[in-house]
T-cell receptor, first 112, second 116 residues
């Protein structure tokens, strides 16, 4: 059974600082997705990572995938308040019956 | 472009009452469809998914059921709601890419259900 773990679960950081969210998964996969969820809202797609070594960047967020380590990171650079949200990674397992397995989520709070 | 709709947006129902939530997708054919539930402050729990009309896979045994009467319509139902059914219900769609793999999932706006 595929397990997807994120850490930290909660992250409170000051504006202007850098930090990284980690997503570890337990079985072979080379397709990983990052989503953002604002309080009370639905999930919004952030990044699609489809191969080992893939790196995607959008503004102050950068995501990468290391399939050999079964690890993806979401790096936040010079955080600003509007990045406060919950971030989920989701993994597509090979022969996984066409569904994603989501991580537990990381609730990020940016303090002015 | 593709669009996913859910209704109602919010719902307050008494314990023991029935439930019907609807999800429809526009602008694509033969999508995979998914129902998730999110309890307050928690992660996503996959309830059901469907890879085609009449094909439903259940992930968690409970008092909920799902149906897919049309290609782009997915319905979540219950005959008798429990307090523990309260939560944020999200419908999502994606396209299969072969080998049991799927493309990214796109989520609807969600239905917030409160069972009283």
């Amino acid at each position: 059974e595929l397990k997807v773990e994120q850490n930290p679960l909660f992250l409170s950081m000051q504006e202007g600082k850098n930090y990284t969210i980690y997503c570890n998964y337990s079985t072979t996969s080379d397709r990983l997705y990052w989503y953002r969820q604002d309080p009370g809202k639905s999930l919004e797609s952030l990044f699609v990572l489809l191969s080992n070594g893939a790196v995607k960047q959008e503004g102050r967020l950068m995501a990468s995938l290391d399939t050999k380590a079964r690890l993806s990171t979401l790096h936040i650079t010079a955080a600003v308040h509007d990045l406060s949200a919950t971030y989920f990674c989701a993994v597509d397992m090979r022969f996984g019956n066409e569904k994603l397995t989501f991580g537990t989520g990381t609730r990020l709070t940016i303090i002015p | 472009s593709q669009t996913i709709h859910q209704w109602p947006a919010t719902l307050v129902q008494p314990v023991g009452s029935p439930l019907s939530l609807e999800c429809t997708v526009e602008g694509t054919s033969n999508p995979n469809l998914y129902w998730y539930r999110q309890a307050a402050g928690r992660g996503l729990q996959l309830l059901f998914y469907s890879v085609g009309i009449g094909q439903i896979s259940s992930e968690v045994p409970q008092n909920l059921s799902a149906s897919r009467p049309q290609d782009r319509q997915f319905i979540l139902s219950s005959k008798k709601l429990l307090l523990s059914d309260s939560g944020f219900y999200l419908c999502a769609w994606s396209l299969g890419v072969g080998g049991g793999l799927v493309d990214e999932q796109y989520f609807g706006p969600g239905t917030r259900l409160t069972v009283t």
